[in-house]
């Protein structure tokens, strides 16, 4: 009898385990899909004090952006970012940069010239806000990734978001800031070892200037803040 019970809740708890996540899953993938809808339909007003409000959880000026969710799809899978102009020394702001996978199925980051004005990763279009920074106890300056620190930060920012969606300023939030899949500047997000990069006119090391979650693959466009048209661009597979 024990035996059966026994074989009973060996077999059981990973089903129930897979069937948890499954229910989970398809309820997460229901609520963003709701919420890309209050998003996209959202007043420019609204989305820009969003914006505002997640920038100034910190007290420094951003030197790092995220791509905020727009709500937005678009008909093909191109990748073309405007990179912000109101990033302190980062001399790319107002290029335009675009994903590429050529044959060789390898896939690279690099500057183009564009008209186009927005903001469009692999399909769906962001805009941009920065991350918000703060001087810790220590005197430097630390980028604030944490939803529930933002939300602790600022009960603006929180009857902001609760506008939009009542039920969960926290869902939309990580709905706005955690589905792209690119980060502009700021420390690289590394999948493998880091492969910190070197400027071959200056030796200095280059800085992050953006990267893009690809499929399996994470690409990195790295450039000198000192010559500027000193790029190089990799990738890691998770
Ligand atoms: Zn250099």
């Not at 600022?154 to 009542?166: D, F």
Request: proline share 7%.
């Amino acid at each position: 009898m024990f035996d059966v019970i026994a074989a009973c809740l060996c077999v059981g708890l990973p089903v129930v385990a897979i069937l948890y996540f499954l229910v989970f899953s398809i309820q997460w993938k229901r609520e963003r899909r709701l919420i890309a809808k209050i998003v996209a339909s959202a007043t420019e007003v609204q989305m820009e004090e969003i914006a505002r409000l997640i920038e100034s959880c910190g007290t420094e000026t951003p030197t790092a952006a995220f791509l905020m969710a727009t709500g937005e799809s678009t008909p093909d899978k191109t990748t073309l970012i405007r990179l912000p102009t109101n990033i302190p020394q980062f001399p790319w702001g107002g290029r335009c940069v675009t994903l590429t996978n050529d044959e060789g199925n390898i896939p690279s980051l690099s500057f183009v010239e564009s008209d186009f004005e927005g903001i469009v990763c692999l399909g769906k279009r962001y805009r941009t806000v920065g991350v918000p920074k703060k001087k810790t106890k220590t005197g430097k300056s630390k980028n604030i990734y944490d939803i529930e620190r933002m939300l602790s930060a600022s009960p603006q920012l929180v009857a902001a978001l609760k506008e939009l969606y009542p039920k969960s300023p926290q869902t939309l939030l990580v709905y706005l800031l955690r589905t792209a899949p690119a980060q502009i500047g700021g420390p690289p997000g590394w999948y493998q070892d880091p492969e910190v990069q070197k400027c071959p006119k200056c030796g200095r090391y280059m800085s992050l200037i953006v990267q893009i979650e690809d499929g399996s693959a994470m690409v990195y466009l790295f450039g000198c803040r000192a010559h500027p048209d000193e790029t190089a661009t990799l990738y890691q597979l998770d």
